[in-house]
């Protein structure tokens, strides 16, 4: 079995392993990354077949401030490493009898609020305007703590702050102080569906992502959102990590309290420092040895888990019309599809879903003349989908989008790849084929949230969308910067 010898062993290569394998080389630390699939991203792999590029997971990029700062970290900038734009109109959301198209200026979106429900504009001046503010201070002085215990927020300057972020009432219930027309409540509402809870379930706090989507927008790096990844991994290599693929954990050695060896089926990997950016329940409960494990499986089962998903990656053989790049169909019943996955858990009759054409901005993600159409229902984590399934609501989202469209496209899809619960779990180990992490509520926010420190092994720790600060592509990256610097600050106090 061949050995090799690292200060850090990151394990996974999504955002937030990337980003902390990036910190830590930063600081002068000899890292690796131990990826279990053939390419780096996790989530945000892509693949490419027919022509047609596919990105697997995200493909919403907002919150551009944080990319900025995780490059700007190492001297560099996003355009270092991909050309990013605005969209414009930002994405466009179809109801059962109308649809909007929410533009990128500031000043027709507020103009279009005026038209959907007279006097709105002021309404949304004054919503956006509080949501600034928790923008701001969130992203300062909240998103990028450890989360290691209360004392953290034990600042007097802090507690003030946190007095303006209205965190104990819920999102919901906060929109409808500002607005009344329902297409209005459920476009404001629309964010919250990515952190992953029923709005009347997640704090006001959260009205911050509204500041995200319409002031600071929403972009595409052309490409395709893998080309994140690409510049991230390029970057970890010019800082000198060594990225190793198709090596699946399998075992650690455990000497005192710490962990001397990784080891897939391939290599055992010495190291001073693990950082787990995999799935945290597969490696504390399928890993570790139990004594060594900092919560039980009546600890996960009890965690409110943001949705899972079932996904189309389709290539068309034409162009199609009445779509945008980002398409948000809520033409069904917003409340039956939400208690099938918060409440009475189920899988959907008639379903919300998003509709991503990236082709509709980037010709380079399928041949030219065709479409490349990304579909994307929520569904209940821990719902298995079978071939029966997935058929049934293929169909039934096809028939919806060619209502919309006026035209037939299921007979002119030439690709056709499905992805569910069971791929989850299959590639990322994920919890219950959860597809973005825990879900935000106020009962798993900050310090109640998984903890970074394992607490009975002194040199692991996690890092992702299982702990702070949450679900999202943003969030992992400064997750990553978080463990990271918890790292080095504990071996300066060594040094010291």
């Given at each position: 079995m061949e050995r090799k010898k690292f200060d850090a062993i990151v394990i996974g290569s999504g955002f937030s392993g990337l980003s902390t394998a990036c910190f830590l080389a930063k600081e002068g630390i000899k890292t690796a990354i131990v990826e279990k699939n053939s390419s780096i991203g996790g989530r945000a792999r892509k693949f490419i077949d027919k022509g047609f590029t596919f990105d697997m997971g995200p493909s919403w990029y907002w919150m551009p401030d944080v990319f900025e700062h995780f490059f700007n970290s190492f001297g560099k900038s996003p355009s270092d490493y991909y050309n990013l734009i605005r969209l414009d109109p930002s994405y466009k959301v179809i109801y059962k009898n109308s649809e909007l198209d929410i533009p990128a200026n500031w000043e027709e979106l507020k103009s279009m609020f005026d038209n959907i429900e007279p006097g709105s504009s002021s309404k949304l001046e004054e919503f956006m305007n509080q949501a600034e503010v928790k923008y701001l201070v969130g992203m300062?002085?909240?998103?990028?703590?450890?989360?290691?215990?209360?004392?953290?927020?034990?600042?007097?300057?802090?507690?003030?702050?946190?007095?303006?972020?209205?965190?104990?009432?819920?999102?919901?219930?906060?929109?409808?102080?500002?607005?009344?027309?329902?297409?209005?409540?459920?476009?404001?509402?629309?964010?919250?569906?990515?952190?992953?809870?029923?709005?009347?379930?997640?704090?006001?706090?959260?009205?911050?992502?509204?500041?995200?989507?319409?002031?600071?927008?929403?972009?595409?790096?052309?490409?395709?959102?893998?080309?994140?990844?690409?510049?991230?991994?390029?970057?970890?290599?010019?800082?000198?990590?060594?990225?190793?693929?198709?090596?699946?954990?399998?075992?650690?050695?455990?000497?005192?309290?710490?962990?001397?060896?990784?080891?897939?089926?391939?290599?055992?990997?010495?190291?001073?420092?693990?950082?787990?950016?995999?799935?945290?329940?597969?490696?504390?409960?399928?890993?570790?040895?139990?004594?060594?494990?900092?919560?039980?499986?009546?600890?996960?089962?009890?965690?409110?888990?943001?949705?899972?998903?079932?996904?189309?990656?389709?290539?068309?053989?034409?162009?199609?019309?009445?779509?945008?790049?980002?398409?948000?169909?809520?033409?069904?019943?917003?409340?039956?599809?939400?208690?099938?996955?918060y409440g009475d858990v189920k899988w959907p009759e008639d379903p919300l879903f998003y509709t991503c054409v990236p082709s509709k901005t980037d010709p380079s993600v399928a041949p030219e003349g065709k479409e490349n159409i990304f579909i994307l229902i929520p569904m209940a984590p821990g719902l298995l989908e079978d071939d029966k399934i997935t058929d049934k609501y293929y169909d039934l989202v096809m028939q919806r989008l060619e209502k919309h469209c006026g035209e037939n496209i299921k007979d002119h899809v030439i690709y056709k790849r499905s992805y569910g619960a069971k791929n989850f779990m299959a590639d990322y180990h994920a919890f219950k084929g959860n597809a973005y992490g825990l879900a935000n509520t106020l009962d798993q926010t900050a310090i109640l949230k998984p903890k970074i420190k394992n607490g009975k092994l002194n040199n692991l720790m996690y890092t992702g969308q299982l702990t702070v600060p949450g679900p999202g592509v943003p969030p992992s990256l400064i997750s990553g910067e978080i463990v990271a610097g918890e790292i080095t600050k504990n071996l300066s106090t060594q040094l010291a």
């Open positions: 300062q002085d909240f998103v990028y703590k450890p989360g290691h215990s209360f004392t953290e927020f034990l600042d007097l300057s802090l507690l003030k702050k946190a007095s303006k972020l209205d965190i104990f009432s819920s999102i919901g219930t906060h929109i409808r102080k500002f607005f009344k027309n329902e297409q209005l409540i459920q476009l404001m509402e629309f964010p919250i569906l990515f952190l992953g809870a029923l709005p009347k379930n997640t704090p006001s706090l959260y009205s911050m992502m509204n500041y995200a989507d319409m002031k600071l927008g929403t972009w595409y790096p052309m490409g395709g959102m893998h080309k994140i990844i690409e510049g991230m991994g390029l970057l970890a290599e010019e800082l000198g990590v060594e990225i190793f693929t198709d090596q699946e954990v399998i075992s650690v050695n455990i000497e005192g309290k710490n962990i001397t060896e990784v080891n897939t089926d391939k290599i055992n990997f010495e190291a001073d420092h693990i950082i787990c950016s995999a799935d945290y329940h597969h490696f504390e409960q399928n890993i570790l040895p139990e004594n060594y494990r900092r919560y039980n499986e009546k600890y996960w089962d009890n965690r409110k888990l943001a949705p899972s998903c079932l996904l189309f990656y389709l290539g068309v053989d034409k162009k199609v019309s009445g779509l945008k790049h980002h398409n948000l169909f809520f033409d069904a019943d917003f409340d039956k599809h939400t208690d099938a996955i």
